[in-house]
């Protein structure tokens, strides 16, 4: 296959990496996947450990791809991401199997089912078969991991201490003149803390790999012990492994933090069979199936509550922490938590199209989306690591001709190597990116990429549809304003009774607010609508007429009440008198106002686009605080509206639910959906707001600031620390601590630095 291919063929997989040595290794490894001619792309992403291949046949090149990544960084390995969910799934099996449900499911089970409860220790191995719908097994397959990890950094903990203690001995057996012991304690101190880099840097030679940290640390170390710095070499050595302890777990952690929170999976479900219940893998839950969820259990797949009532927890979805009540009919989500009573659900999306996979996918993509500013540093590292070591060589070779100094200035090089390796560079921007991706998760923002978290800095509009962004949506009654005698109860009785089977949604508010205030409606003898003006109706109480003023000019009525700014007038009028009229308005949302102002905070300007009619539109917008208003648009008008919008102020952010909003997000810099909104809407859209509220809109412009604030903050003090150790060094200043600090001290920071977004109260 002489080139690559760009057909409809064309597939992608997501596999699972493991064992990369840090982020600037998995950079190589992706340049090599890159360069095989049957693959059209790779794009590996070190902060979730996911490899993305788009090819013709991704499996069947899986054995090739492993041989070209083990020839750039040995020992790692490579699986479909589905193995592990395989593997629980088939421990949830025998789980079962095993125990067969011994256990009733009383009361007190459900409560330690449940995600805010701990396990007892006898129920940890019927975890993944309790039938709960709560990721147990996962939870095992992390505490395995967990362990792991912590042995592997146990055997790297007992090897840095006993190395410290040999590195201690020799500078007091150096202190009290027994040279050659010393040195031969800080020598077996160094084999010790540094055997594994060498012999990896000695494997990554014989594969062409030269500028990597352990060919790098290496040499520096070495030489270090060439020109008999011994203490140096062990103490740097001793420095470094620390740091990349240290920056390890940093980066495990903070990885395990962001995954976790999103990976909301469900392994097994309880499916219900007549008065009988059984567990299944939540794969093979299918559309229809009626599934059980416990009081603490969290709902395992979108769809239907047809039996029981109780509160939802919808925080680790929304990120809103006020319980929802649901009943029989009502909508649930996958990811909430059921916090009360017992229900049942029908399944109406299966496990990879309910609201979990989608947030996971959603998080998982965007990690893999890179943005400008990772790209760049990615192509920079590729040119910073070869011309440093140049200098070092330069360095070594030129001061020491002229000055005959050998010893000064090849140490002064060895400060350069260690110093060359970017891993602070290139892990540091993606952490960071990632970062907020994850702190957006929490509250309910789903970002689709980091390009469209990088896109939000230049945002100079925010462009807003009125109907279900701004507003609820939903027509309410406002107010009833009764006239002639009439009380305002008995103008709404009189409203709602002609009302009773009209499916208008202004004929349904006022319904809805008869219902409310519990008042008894009389069913009309006779009903006459009159198309575009209202209906007239036979009540006890006589001929009654309801409708615009049109209706009641036709009938002759005199209307004495005031033109509204805003909403919409229902008249009415008994026997020919008129009793007054009802005004109905969309609900504008309550956080609209304090929403608004918070982007109008940030020198954004705010415009609304809208088909309502111009009166309407300036009355949300006053209330709300809108800048620019737009009305009585048609869909396709909305569209060059927004290129005006852009033209005076620049990059625009549209926020909208509709699908008649999908050209306007796609043609926008960033587009937002409501969660609430229109599937092409949110498949259009750069973000997702999975709250439907307004106030996450400034909360996704602040996230994205402050992750691209923290990327530059770790790129300027990663390249400011280097070249300043980088002059000291010549300067006869700086020594190889100094540059170890640079190196794996620098790296860690940044990675502390990148992940506190994610512990930010305010965002």
């Given at each position: 296959?002489?080139q690559?291919?760009?057909?409809?063929?064309?597939?992608?997989?997501?596999?699972?990496?493991?064992n990369l040595?840090?982020?600037?290794?998995?950079?190589?490894?992706e340049?090599?996947?890159?360069?095989m001619?049957?693959?059209?792309?790779a794009?590996?992403?070190?902060?979730?450990k996911?490899?993305r291949?788009?090819?013709?046949?991704?499996?069947?090149l899986?054995d090739?791809?492993?041989?070209?990544?083990?020839?750039v960084?040995?020992g790692v390995e490579?699986?479909p991401?589905?193995?592990?969910?395989k593997?629980?799934?088939?421990?949830?099996h025998?789980?079962?199997?095993?125990?067969?449900?011994?256990?009733t499911?009383?009361?007190?089970h459900?409560?330690?089912?449940?995600?805010?409860?701990e396990?007892?220790?006898e129920?940890?191995?019927?975890d993944?078969?309790?039938?709960?719908?709560h990721?147990?097994s996962h939870a095992?397959?992390?505490?395995?991991?967990a362990?792991r990890?912590?042995?592997?950094?146990?055997?790297?903990l007992?090897?840095?201490l006993?190395?410290?203690?040999?590195?201690?001995?020799?500078?007091?057996?150096n202190?009290?003149?027994?040279?050659?012991?010393a040195?031969?304690i800080?020598?077996i101190?160094?084999?010790?803390?540094g055997?594994?880099?060498?012999?990896?840097a000695?494997?990554?030679?014989?594969?062409?790999?030269?500028?990597?940290?352990?060919?790098l640390?290496?040499?520096?170390?070495?030489a270090?012990?060439?020109?008999?710095?011994f203490?140096?070499?062990?103490g740097?050595?001793?420095?470094y492994?620390v740091?990349?302890?240290f920056?390890?777990?940093?980066?495990?952690?903070?990885r395990?933090?962001?995954?976790d929170?999103?990976?909301?999976r469900p392994?097994?479900?309880?499916?219900v069979?007549?008065s009988h219940t059984?567990?299944?893998?939540?794969?093979?839950?299918?559309?229809?199936?009626?599934l059980q969820?416990r009081?603490?259990?969290?709902?395992p797949?979108?769809?239907?509550?047809?039996?029981?009532?109780?509160?939802i927890?919808?925080?680790?979805?929304?990120?809103e922490?006020?319980p929802?009540?649901?009943?029989?009919?009502d909508?649930?989500?996958?990811?909430?938590?059921?916090?009360?009573?017992?229900?049942?659900?029908?399944?109406e999306?299966?496990l990879d199209?309910?609201?979990?996979?989608?947030?996971?996918?959603?998080?998982?993509n965007?990690?893999a989306?890179?943005?400008?500013?990772?790209?760049?540093?990615?192509?920079f590292?590729?040119?910073?690591t070869?011309v440093?070591?140049?200098?070092?060589?330069?360095t070594?070779?030129v001061?020491?001709l002229v000055?005959g100094?050998?010893?000064?200035?090849?140490?002064?090089?060895?400060?350069?190597?260690?110093?060359?390796?970017?891993?602070?560079?290139v892990?540091?921007?993606?952490?960071?990116f990632f970062?907020g991706?994850g702190?957006?998760s929490?509250?309910?923002?789903?970002?689709?990429?980091g390009i469209?978290?990088e896109a939000?800095?230049?945002?100079?509009?925010?462009?807003?549809?009125k109907?279900?962004?701004?507003?609820?949506?939903?027509f309410k009654?406002?107010?009833a304003?009764p006239?002639?005698?009439?009380?305002a109860?008995t103008l709404?009785a009189?409203c709602?009774?002609c009302?009773?089977?009209?499916?208008h949604?202004?004929?349904?508010?006022?319904?809805?607010?008869?219902?409310?205030k519990?008042?008894?409606?009389?069913?009309?003898?006779?009903?006459?609508?009159?198309?575009?003006?209202g209906?007239r109706?036979a009540?006890?109480?006589?001929?009654?007429?309801?409708?615009?003023?049109?209706?009641?000019?036709?009938?002759?009525?005199p209307?004495?009440?005031?033109?509204?700014?805003?909403?919409?007038?229902?008249f009415?009028?008994?026997n020919?008198?008129?009793?007054?009229?009802?005004?109905?308005?969309?609900?504008i949302k309550?956080e609209a106002?304090?929403?608004?102002?918070?982007?109008?905070s940030?020198?954004?300007?705010?415009a609304?686009?809208?088909?309502?009619a111009?009166?309407?539109a300036?009355?949300?917008?006053?209330?709300t605080?809108?800048?620019?208003?737009?009305?009585?648009?048609?869909?396709?008008?909305?569209l060059?509206?927004?290129k005006e919008?852009?033209?005076a102020?620049?990059?625009?952010?549209?926020?909208g639910?509709?699908?008649?909003?999908?050209?306007?997000?796609?043609?926008a810099?960033?587009?937002?959906?409501?969660?609430?909104?229109?599937?092409a809407?949110?498949?259009?859209?750069?973000?997702?707001f999975m709250?439907?509220q307004?106030?996450?809109?400034p909360?996704?412009?602040?996230?994205?600031?402050?992750?691209?604030?923290?990327?530059r903050q770790?790129?300027?003090f990663?390249?400011?620390?280097?070249a300043?150790?980088?002059?000291l060094?010549?300067?006869?200043?700086?020594?190889?601590?100094?540059a170890?600090?640079?190196?794996t001290?620098?790296?860690m920071?940044?990675?502390?630095?990148?992940?506190r977004?994610?512990?930010?109260?305010k965002?």
């Open positions: 296959m002489s690559k291919k760009d057909s409809s063929a064309l597939v992608k997989k997501i596999y699972i990496i493991e040595d840090c982020a600037n290794c998995a950079a190589a490894v340049r090599r996947l890159n360069a001619p049957e693959v059209t792309e794009v590996l992403t070190f902060a979730t996911q490899l291949i788009t090819a013709e046949d991704p499996d069947n899986l090739k791809i492993r041989a070209e990544a083990s020839a960084e040995p490579i699986y991401r589905t193995r592990s969910r593997n629980k799934t088939t421990s949830a025998s789980a079962e199997a095993s125990h067969e449900h011994e256990h499911h009383e009361h007190h459900e409560s330690s089912c449940g995600c805010s409860h396990h007892d220790h129920q940890e191995n019927h993944s078969s309790c039938g709960c719908g990721d147990h095992h397959h992390h505490r395995e991991k362990s990890l912590s042995a592997e950094n146990k055997k790297d007992v090897q840095i006993i190395g410290a203690a040999l590195f201690i001995s020799g500078i007091i057996l202190a009290v003149s027994l040279v050659i012991p040195d031969v800080l020598l101190g160094y084999l010790l803390l055997g594994r880099i060498i012999l990896t000695g494997k990554n030679l014989t594969r062409g790999k030269v500028f990597d940290e352990n060919f640390m290496s040499l520096a170390t070495i270090a012990i060439c020109i008999g710095d203490k140096e070499a062990v740097v050595m001793l420095f492994r740091g990349e302890l920056e390890e777990i940093a980066v495990e952690r903070s395990s933090q962001i995954m929170a999103v990976d909301m392994e097994v479900v309880t499916k069979h007549g059984h567990v299944i893998p939540a794969e093979d839950a299918e559309i229809g199936d009626i969820i009081p603490g259990d969290r709902i797949l979108d769809g239907t509550v047809v039996e029981g009532e109780s509160r927890d919808t925080s680790p979805v929304t990120g922490p006020v929802v009540t649901v009943k029989a009919g909508s649930v989500v996958s990811g909430c938590i059921n916090t009360s009573g017992l229900l049942k659900m029908k399944v999306k299966a199209e309910s609201m979990v996979t989608k947030i996971l996918d959603s998080v998982e965007a990690a989306s890179k943005p400008q500013i990772e790209r760049f540093i990615a192509r590292a590729r040119v910073y070869p440093v070591v140049l200098l070092a060589v330069l070594a070779i001061p020491s000055t100094d050998w010893n000064h200035w090849i140490y002064t090089a060895i400060t350069f190597l260690v110093i060359s390796c970017p891993c602070a560079l892990l540091s921007v993606p952490l960071a970062s991706i702190a957006g929490k509250r309910g923002i789903l970002f689709k990429g469209s978290l939000m800095k230049n945002v100079r509009a925010v462009v807003m549809d109907t279900g962004t701004i507003t609820q949506g939903n009654l406002q107010e304003v006239a002639n005698g009439t009380d109860d709404l009189l709602a009774s009302e009773q089977n009209s499916t949604p202004i004929a349904q508010s006022i319904l809805a607010a008869a219902r409310d519990q008042i008894s409606l009389d069913t009309p003898s006779e009903v006459e609508e009159i198309a575009g003006h209906i109706a009540l006890p109480q006589g001929e009654v007429l309801c409708g615009n003023r049109k209706l009641m000019d036709q009938f002759h009525v209307v004495n009440a005031a033109a509204l700014n805003y909403g919409t007038e229902v009415a009028a008994l020919g008198t008129f009793i007054g009229h009802l005004v109905i308005a969309d609900t309550p106002a304090d929403a608004i102002s918070a982007i109008r940030k020198d954004i300007v705010t609304m686009l809208t088909g309502d111009q009166e309407n300036d009355a949300v917008a006053k209330a605080g809108i800048d620019e208003v737009h009305a009585r648009l048609l869909p396709q008008d909305k060059e509206t927004l919008i852009r033209a102020h620049g990059a625009v952010m549209f926020v639910d509709g699908i008649n909003d999908a050209p306007v997000l796609a043609g810099d960033v587009g937002a959906a409501m969660g609430s909104g229109a599937d809407a949110i498949e259009a859209a750069d973000v997702v709250t439907s307004l106030d996450a809109v909360k996704a412009l602040e996230i994205a600031h402050t992750s691209l604030r923290i990327a770790n790129v300027v990663a390249l400011v620390i280097k300043l150790v980088m002059v060094g010549l300067a006869g200043f700086a020594n190889m601590w100094m170890v600090f640079a190196d001290g620098v790296a920071i940044c990675v502390l630095n990148s992940i977004i994610l512990y930010r109260k965002l």
